[in-house]
């Protein structure tokens, strides 16, 4: 922003307003001295609560334990009718939806039958929960696969995702 000082006083050039005087856009020259120090007061005292963070009172409700959360209920709330056919497939054929599954072979295990290296890769920990599984999951598909069709698509040709 460029300033130009004029005869009259300062203008903004950039905005071609003036800013000869701000304060008197709320203080008129007309007031007494201690007229002007009351509204400058006061004008502080505004600024200040308005600028104030606003209170937001606490509501405790009480919430499910995680352990008793549906996987597959959050998944539903969580996509749309599409994704979310393709995700129950793809979760159906690698676990059944069930969080305990175990892979015999590997160190696989839940709902995605994630591997002990992809929770690490994805920065999580394995949990028994299958909230937590389901959502280790979408991460795992959304960062592989972008979306649960494509990642579902995938493991019809390769039965793997």
């Given at each position: 922003?460029?300033?130009t000082n004029?005869?009259?006083g300062?203008y ?12 008197e856009?709320f203080?008129?020259?007309?007031h007494?001295?201690w ?7 006061l004008?502080?005292?505004?600024i200040?609560?308005n600028?104030?963070?606003q209170?937001?009172?606490?509501v405790?409700?009480?919430r499910p334990?995680?352990?008793s959360?549906?996987?597959k209920?959050?998944?539903r709330?969580?996509l749309?009718k599409?994704?979310?056919l393709c ?17 015999k ?5 839940g709902?995605?039958q ?8 994805l920065?999580m ?11 280790a ?5 959304h960062?592989r ?8 698509a995938n ?5 793997s995702?």
């Amino acid at each position: 922003m460029r300033r130009t000082n004029y005869k009259g006083g300062k203008y903004d050039q950039w905005l071609g307003q003036s800013i000869n005087q701000p304060k008197e856009i709320f203080i008129n020259g007309k007031h007494n001295l201690w007229q002007r120090v009351a509204i400058v007061s006061l004008l502080a005292i505004f600024i200040q609560l308005n600028m104030a963070p606003q209170a937001v009172p606490i509501v405790y409700t009480p919430r499910p334990p995680l352990m008793s959360v549906n996987a597959k209920e959050v998944a539903r709330e969580l996509l749309n009718k599409e994704q979310f056919l393709c995700l129950t497939k793809l979760v159906g054929k690698e676990s059944s939806w069930r969080p305990s599954a175990q892979n015999k072979n590997s160190s696989a295990s839940g709902l995605g039958q994630l591997l002990d290296s992809t929770y690490s890769r994805l920065g999580m920990k394995q949990s028994d929960s299958g909230v937590a599984q389901l959502v280790a999951t979408l991460s795992y598909i959304h960062r592989r696969w972008v979306t649960p069709c494509n990642a579902w698509a995938n493991w019809k040709k390769h039965k793997s995702y």
